[in-house]
């Protein structure tokens, strides 16, 4: 059973209330802070609460989104428009990714996530991008799997980069400017409270570096974001029928009870079945044949029943587009219309 660090409930400092006043500045001194972008939401769900995880990181899972982007560009290379739905978008790097990756204007991209607070991020075009303080920050964040400073690379590199990271960068710098980092004063209550997780043998929270980036052009991008729930799309995916519908590492929200406990509870088969088949129908009617259907590569680990959901996404029109990795497909294909 997966546990979640509680740690990351409390005094996560919000990029954009950090940068009310915006202006274009060249590149600075790192500002230490705590957490960078690692940050949750609780909504209202009926007279429950949620506790929606939004940990999220650019060019997250590359192998998955190069694949996809190839495929799409073969399959559909006469089309005059390509449509891109991102739904568990969280505060918009993922779409982003995609809108850098396809590299034409022809791309039209719609995020979607069901926590208001990550859509107003969005919204804000404003990007931290961070790493682990020191070595032993890492220590901490490779030690509770953290995947939100993988994306580190696009502003720190102590090595000579890979050719992929090294395109990635390129492409991060065409689209974004670097803005100015304010100083970020950690209190002291913070720093006691942080002294006694470490003392208690719980994991403190990550100290970070960060550097703060600006989305160049937002309003040509043709790259939107609304508050949405993937359980009713039908109401509010544009009329077009689209060629991706991303829903990556979101799927544990919906497969177990609140995650507001730090275990994560599966919800019985007989209970999720019926909410896997909508989310299936939906998926099929929005998107075109032959469109694909991506997942994240390690769903299963983050507490997903993938056997259940691949059996439905059969019966919804589905099959599997690339060989099974970690005892799951990751990336489906619509085959026909229910
Ligand atoms: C861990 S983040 C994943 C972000 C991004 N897809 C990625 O892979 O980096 C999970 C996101 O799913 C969103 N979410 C959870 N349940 C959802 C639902 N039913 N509909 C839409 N978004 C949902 C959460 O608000 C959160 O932003």
């Known amino acids: 059973m997966l546990s979640i660090n509680p740690t990351y409930n409390t005094q996560y400092t919000s990029p954009i209330n950090q940068n009310r006043q915006i202006r274009t500045i060249k590149p600075q001194n790192d ?17 429950k609460n949620l506790t929606l995880i939004q940990e999220t990181a650019f060019f997250r899972e590359p192998d998955t989104l190069n694949w996809a982007i190839k495929y799409i560009q073969n399959k ?12 568990a978008c969280s505060s918009g790097e993922e779409a982003l990714s995609f809108k850098m990756l396809m590299k034409d204007r022809k791309t039209e991209i719609l995020g979607f996530d069901a926590g208001e607070n990550a859509i107003k991020k969005a919204n804000k075009h404003i990007y931290q991008i961070s790493r682990p303080k020191d070595k032993k920050n890492a220590e901490f ?10 994306d580190g690379y696009l502003s720190f590199s102590s090595r000579p ?18 803005i100015e980092t304010p100083e970020h004063k950690t209190s002291l209550i913070t720093k006691f409270r942080n002294y006694l997780l470490e003392k208690m043998g719980r994991t403190p929270d990550i100290e970070v570096k960060s ?37 990556r590492n979101a799927f544990y929200h919906i497969m177990n009870e609140d995650l507001e406990q730090f275990e994560r509870t599966p919800l019985p088969d007989k209970e999720l079945k019926p909410i896997l088949d909508n989310i299936g ?35 919804s029109g589905f ?8 005892n799951y497909c990751n990336i489906w294909k619509k085959v026909k219309d229910l």
């Not at 992929?164 to 065409?174: D, R, T, V």
């Not at 043709?222 to 060629?243: L, R, S």
């Open 31 to 47: 500002t230490v802070q705590f957490k960078g972008r690692v940050g949750h939401e609780v909504i209202k769900n009926g007279k």
């Open 211 to 247: 550097r703060t980036y600006k989305l160049k052009n937002p309003e040509t991008l043709n790259c939107n974001f609304m508050v949405g729930n993937i359980e009713q799309m039908d109401k509010f995916t544009p009329k077009g029928k689209a060629h991706i519908l991303s829903f």
């Open 319 to 326: 099959t599997e587009a690339v060989e099974n990795r970690n």
């Open 76 to 87: 559909f290379a006469k089309n005059t428009k390509i449509r891109i739905i991102v739904g």
């Open 141 to 150: 964040a490779k030690e509770i799997g953290l995947s939100a400073y993988k």
């Open 281 to 315: 129908k939906q998926a099929n009617r929005v998107l075109e044949k032959d469109g694909l259907f991506i997942l994240g590569e390690h769903e299963d680990k983050q507490g997903s029943n993938m056997k259940l959901l691949s059996e439905v996404l059969k019966n």
């Open 161 to 178: 980069l890979t050719g992929m990271h090294k395109k990635h960068q390129e492409l991060f710098n065409k689209f974004f400017e670097e």
